[in-house]
Nanobody, 131 residues
Framework: QVQLVESGGDSVQAGGSLRLSCTAS????????IGWFRQAPGKEREGVAA??????????YYHDSVKSRFTISQDNAKNTVYLQMNSLKPEDSAMYYC??????????????????????WGQGTQVTVSS
């Protein structure tokens, strides 16, 4: 079955950087949505960024609050998606989750930032940004 393993969370000062990694295994299809979500205590889970690959075409999406600060990328040889986070702010503090939807044929299951779109989730990695 599909497994997602995240790593890279840590405690940093405001203005610092972190790179989160999500390594996937056990998947069959080459079309996918892979997203990063975060959830702070008492708040809903929100989509931060996603990378989609459909019939070889790759697109990246970002939440407005992280555009120009975060970059999502992938290393297909390592089956890994990265989230480079720069200029971190205290409000970025949260548990960060990697999520994936692998599919043979494209179908509309929701937007990239909709948690219900994704079938598979990692265990989460904690990011804490202090002021």
């Amino acid at each position: 079955q599909v497994q997602l393993v995240e790593s890279g969370g840590d405690s940093v000062q405001a203005g610092g950087s972190l790179r989160l990694s999500c390594t996937a295994s056990g998947y069959t299809y080459s079309n996918y949505y892979i997203g990063w979500f975060r959830q702070a205590p008492g708040k809903e889970r929100e989509g931060v960024a996603a990378i989609t690959r459909v019939y070889g075409s790759t697109v990246a999406y970002y939440h407005d609050s992280v555009k120009s600060r975060f970059t999502i990328s992938q290393d297909n040889a390592k089956n890994t998606v990265y989230l480079q986070m720069n200029s971190l702010k205290p409000e970025d503090s949260a548990m960060y989750y990697c999520a994936a939807d692998f599919f043979r044929v494209p179908n509309y299951r929701g937007t990239w930032y909709s948690p219900t779109r994704y079938d598979h989730w990692g265990q989460g990695t904690q990011v804490t940004v202090s002021s």
